[in-house]
């Protein structure tokens, strides 16, 4: 299969995510509990790296905001402390 042109790739974002409530079921519950099956479909967050209470998660460049504002809006602590276009700059 042919590779994709990069103008057609999906442009990724990370986010270094720390807190108390910093675990994979808190932060897909957030998402999904603001902007739904749709739109969680729509930023596929992927958890690249864990650590004790970090995490540094992969999402389209198009649904920051709204990631975002799932986390603020969740009421648990979470909280985005860097977004950067590479991982390697999160470090």
Do not use: C
Not at 11 to 39: C, H, M, P, Q, W
């Amino acid at each position: 299969m042919k590779n994709l042109k990069p103008s057609h790739r999906e442009s990724k974002r990370y986010l270094l995510i720390k807190g108390k409530d910093a675990n994979t079921r808190n932060i897909d519950e957030a998402i999904l509990e603001f902007i739904g099956v749709l739109g969680y479909a729509e930023s596929s967050p992927k958890i690249i790296k864990k650590q004790k209470n970090e995490i540094i998660l992969a999402i389209n460049r198009g649904s920051i905001d709204k990631v975002r504002a799932s986390f603020l809006l969740s009421g648990k602590q979470l909280e985005i402390t860097k977004v950067s276009g590479s991982i390697g700059k999160l470090k």
